[in-house]
């Protein structure tokens, strides 16, 4: 820390992280803002991903393992007043840590090249929170990726960042591949898709899931369009045994992904 | 409807549900504000429960099967102004359908009291979204009761009732249950008491589901205190076979009571 503290709202080193709040500029600049301890530290072991850390006077004292370890990686960092860090935050209790990152996702054919047995993917989701639930989800049940189709919503959303808790950083994420595109690809490298939807005649227990998968989860209010569903190998529910008409989004499809993990794992 | 609308939302009516959204005169009236067509139509499936029914001109066109559901049930049917629909909505964009309704808890020996297979426990978890999410989960999975122990949130919740989308009114739901008069019931029924926290040192996998069993979800951030660890039967946790630390408190619910609903159905 050179000892002084960022106290203008309007200098341009806080303006250029702020308008990173906004999608067009995240694309625009190749960049966004991971928020808060959890997702710092997760950006933080990825090499030359944090490009540079804005950090209260209050979160340096609780948490000097971060700042110790952005300044042993170079990572510029920037004491930034309260003020500045509600400008950076898009929380309503900011935890006084926004690094600025680089745009961590991969193409297609690069996050499928290993053989995966497991990927799920966004289609048509829109909810960022519910997406980074699902992110944070595939990624505890050990999926190799996670797709999000060219109408999901954008992974970079502050939103979805803080709900994936750092898991955005884990795995190999990818963007706006068209559906097709990418169920084709999946079924290419011998996995089998199953679209989860309400409305599948097959049930989890009814599905062999020890084979390589890829889970299709669609919009939260209508599912999945016909076209996706008539793309899968199989239209798959979540059975319903008591009286809820359905499981919300992000519930779903954690049942979903660990039925898969543990049919893969235990005989 | 009388044709008339209420506008004034300092009238008596608007003053006496409006005070509903804070618990305190929730437990003093015993009464509670459920809001949106779905949580207003598992309402009124229960006789007695809806007492009086607010509805805009436009949700009355929207909903028409409702409006008519509850004249027929001999519920009161006011039409309310926008403005007097914010003033008793609790969610940003008004759906326009607000019912007064009875609370629906039953005492913990009268939900056990039919051989469960399969119930919920909720200790000091603490955000009614999640709350309702799990309630929603457990109806699911075909659980036979929910239970909030004394440092939980309150179910009535505004936030709580929309999260459980109609669940709320499913299931036995019991309320402010000591968390060891809670465990000792469970156990003296003949479940099996499992509490789900990511010390366990079994997992989900390890453990055999097919029995009679409650499962016990802890606090969002620090879990389950270490006498409710020691009174149950056992600790078990989601395997985490990824890089994630842990699972959201209500997908990790959803995949236990998942777990449980599978094993005690298939073979």
Redesign the interface.
Known sequence: MAGSELTNVKSPRVKAARRLTKRAFREQDRRFLAEGP?AVREALKLDGVTLELFSTADAELRHPELITEARLKGVPVHRASGEVMSELSQTVTPQGLVAVCTLVHVPLDEALAEQPRLVAVLAHVRDPGNAG?VM????????DAVVFTDASVDPYNGKCVR?S???LF??PVVIGAPVSAAVRQLKERGLRVLAADGAGKHT??DVDLSGPTAWIFGNEAWGLPEDVLAEADDVVR???????????L??AA??CL??S??AQ??P
Chains 1, 2 share one sequence.
Do not use: K
Not at 136 to 143: L, Q
Not at 238 to 248: H, T
């Open positions: 959890q639930t944070r989800a595939a990624d505890a049940a050990g999926a709900a808790v750092g898991s884990h795995l989890l227990d979540v059975p319903i045994y008591g009286r809820a008409e359905s499981l919300n992000a519930t954690a049942v660990y039925s993990a543990r794992r235990v």
